[in-house]
């Protein structure tokens, strides 16, 4: 089976770093996603690691440790249209599915 | 881009109805399409995974009789929630991915609001 855990809430103030945080567990393990998605909105895609180390993608940046089962997702320079909710998903390397974390909501101050 | 197209946006129907939701791959063919659920505040639950020409495949805790898939044509994935109850009520969205242009990534439908009254 698999298990994908992120905490439910954080904040911060606008301008600032944040770092989302996601440990999972997999019985076969062919890569990791970050979505971002706001209310009543579907998912958008933001990283995609099935490597270990460091992706940039602009402010974002996401990291993987497939040893460790921990990826992370690195918001910079946060601004006020950051506050959404952030989904890491891993996909099955047998069946191709993409199984979801509880998510993140995370709300971003002035 | 790939696009994933899914209609309606939103629905509203009383108790004791069918509703269906398709989902279509506009410019590309996906053998394979996966159906989320996603209540409140809630990440999103994947469903059943929906095979062109053969019978999906359900999650555990699924029920296949009520939520029927039908996957007819490599661009045509449909949910049909049978006999709704105000419990169906949620964010359903579907996602094809397009392997092997682009395996890393899943592409999501704009999802579905169905609230049954």
């Known amino acids: 089976g698999q298990n994908i855990d992120q905490p439910t809430e954080m904040t911060a103030t606008e301008g600032a770093i944040v770092q989302i945080n996601c440990t999972y567990q997999t019985s076969g393990f062919n890569g990791l996603f970050w979505y971002q998605q706001h209310a009543g909105e579907a998912p958008t895609f933001l990283s995609y690691?099935?490597?270990?180390g460091l992706e940039e993608k602009g402010r974002f940046s996401s990291f993987l440790s497939r040893s460790k089962g921990y990826s992370y997702l690195l918001l910079k320079e946060l601004q006020m249209k950051d506050s959404a909710s952030y989904l890491c998903?891993?996909?099955?390397?047998?069946?191709?599915?993409?199984?979801f974390g509880t998510g993140t909501r995370l709300q971003v101050f002035p | 881009g790939a696009v994933v197209s899914q209609h309606p946006s939103w629905v509203i129907c009383k108790s004791g109805t069918s509703v269906k939701i398709e989902c279509r791959s506009l410019?590309?063919?996906?053998?394979?399409m996966f159906w989320y659920r996603q209540f409140p505040k809630q990440s999103l639950m994947l469903m059943a995974t929906s095979n062109e020409g053969s019978k999906a495949t359900y999650e555990q805790g699924v029920e296949k009789d009520k939520f029927l898939i039908n996957h007819a044509s490599l661009t045509l994935s449909t949910l049909t929630v049978t006999s709704a109850h105000p419990e169906d009520s949620s964010f359903y969205i579907c996602s094809a991915g397009i392997p092997p242009r682009d395996p890393t990534e899943a592409f999501f439908g704009q999802g579905t609001r169905l609230t049954v009254v």
């Open positions: 690691n099935v490597l270990d």
């Open positions: 998903a891993v996909r099955d390397l047998n069946t191709d599915k993409l199984i």
């Open positions: 410019d590309f063919q996906a053998t394979t």
